[in-house]
């Protein structure tokens, strides 16, 4: 129950502001309420949903400040982190991360929203885990978590997919861990927060 609404919030299928009944998602998905109410606790938590007594729980709405505190601690927390994957880049490693790449460059030509956002979090994530730092991974993750339903709704509301975005930055960040050049490294993949927070600052600007 929790990691159906979860991906249903992340994806936008569930919209910022929309009210989830208790009730209504028990009797949709055949099960009684309590995990229905467990689920929705975690949710709360994750900061996905907000749920007031007499009110009912609502999913968090999408905020300009929200959206630029995520962002500008994402810089601070993920260069760092991909430069500490650096000294742990083994052959199993890049071949994976090339192969996240590909699928990525994939998803990147067919325009799928769903599949590009899916193959860009792989591709990220592959190297947050490989720096081997639990807590500042989980941390990551989270924050990933809330701006996720951003990148979902804004990509839905544009048919201008920016070709530019994402696809040139992860060849070069991968060319930087196969050099073992942290500067690079750090240098595209900040690039790559920039310019993907700015298309979906400039979306957000113009969404009704």
């Known amino acids: 129950v929790y990691k159906e609404l979860e991906d249903a919030i992340l994806s936008g299928k569930i919209k910022p502001g929309q009210k989830i009944v208790t009730e209504e998602i028990s009797r949709m998905m055949d099960v009684s309420r309590i995990p229905v109410r467990e689920a929705m606790g975690r949710l709360e938590a994750k ?44 052959e199993k490693f890049l071949f994976q991360l090339e192969k996240a ?17 899916k193959t860009n979090r792989c591709f990220h994530f592959l190297i947050y885990r490989q720096a081997n730092a639990p807590i500042l991974f989980d941390m990551i993750k989270q924050l990933w978590d809330k701006v996720s339903p951003y990148y979902h709704i804004m990509f839905q509301q544009t048919p201008d997919r920016s ?32 310019d993907s927070t700015t298309f979906i600052q400039k979306l957000f600007d113009s969404y009704d």
């Open 163 to 194: 070709p530019t975005i994402g696809l040139s930055y992860h060849e070069k960040i991968v060319e930087g861990f196969k050099n073992q050049d942290r500067d690079a490294v750090k240098k595209w993949l900040h690039a790559d927060l920039v």
């Open 47 to 90: 900061g996905l949903i907000k749920t007031r007594p007499k009110w009912g729980s609502v999913v968090n709405r999408l905020s300009n400040e929200n959206l630029k505190e995520i962002s500008e601690i994402r810089m601070l927390l993920e260069p760092r982190t991909a430069v500490k994957a650096i000294s742990q880049a083994d």
């Open 101 to 117: 790449q590909s699928a990525f460059a994939i998803a990147r030509k067919k325009s799928e929203t769903n599949e590009l956002l």
